[in-house]
């Protein structure tokens, strides 16, 4: 389930950015055996509190700063998503852009390698798993999952894309995960972006907040409610 597409989109419309450096991302190492049952659970417990119909309501805000160009652009707006897929939202998108494969979904597993990394920042009971694709393209993404060893949900997701929209040249989004709407699902997503257009350089961070997130009977049910504010109709989970 991926939301921050949009981030993308405004970047390459403004054109003029840059950013300090994020943070770098080494690629995972070759695939560890224990790494990878780790991430079949987690692929798992995703699958089940991301299945059915699922609406939720997005808030962002992108700031650009450049020499000669500074912006702040404000967006609310809501998605819909069947089983994890993105069904209907809002926000219009360049068929040209596809989401990125997210590494925690069973059906683009094969696409990663993925090894313990080490995370002296994590909570006792969780561990940080390094993904990394060899397919370095607008789909896939090199990063780092923080997973509960517990109950195989994940705590936090850091990617950075291998492809961006011209002319952005590096970008780094970091989501944090919580019980949300009777799922697991992101509540906030924060990002850093890189990019030049010939002698001009700036920078441009996102800040996105997720929430009322709810399951709904069908799609357009859920387009309904998100786009009139209505209560949720409840679905037996």
């Not at 417990?45 to 650009?64: K, M, N, P």
């Not at 944090?176 to 257009?197: K, Y």
């Not at 929430?211 to 357009?220: L, T, W």
């Amino acid at each position: 389930m991926h939301y921050s597409f949009n981030v993308q989109h405004v970047v390459f419309a403004f054109g003029i950015l840059a950013s300090t450096e994020s943070p770098a991302i080494a690629d995972a190492p070759a695939t560890s055996t224990d790494a990878t049952e780790l991430m079949h659970r987690v692929a798992s417990a995703y699958a089940q509190t991301a299945h059915g119909v699922v609406g939720v309501r997005s808030q962002s805000l992108l700031t650009i700063k450049a020499p000669v160009f500074h912006r702040r652009i404000a967006n609310e707006g809501w998605f819909v998503f069947v089983d994890g897929t993105l069904a209907m939202s809002s926000e219009s998108r360049d068929p040209r852009q596809p989401p990125l494969r997210d590494p925690y979904r069973a059906e683009y597993a094969r696409d990663y390698a993925f090894a313990y990394a080490p995370c002296p920042s994590c909570s006792p009971g969780t561990a940080a798993v390094a993904f990394s694709s060899p397919l370095h393209d607008v789909e896939h993404a090199s990063g780092q999952l923080v997973i509960d060893l517990d109950t195989a949900l994940i705590v936090s997701q850091t990617e950075k894309p291998y492809k961006l929209p011209w002319p952005t040249q590096d970008g780094q989004l970091v989501a944090t995960w919580g019980r949300v709407g009777g799922g697991w699902f992101p509540e906030t997503i924060a990002g850093a972006f890189v990019g030049r257009i010939g002698p001009f350089v700036g920078h441009a961070t996102y800040a996105q907040s997720l929430s009322s997130y709810n399951y709904y009977p069908n799609v357009e049910t859920a387009a309904v409610a998100l786009r009139q504010g209505a209560a949720p109709v409840a679905v037996g989970r």
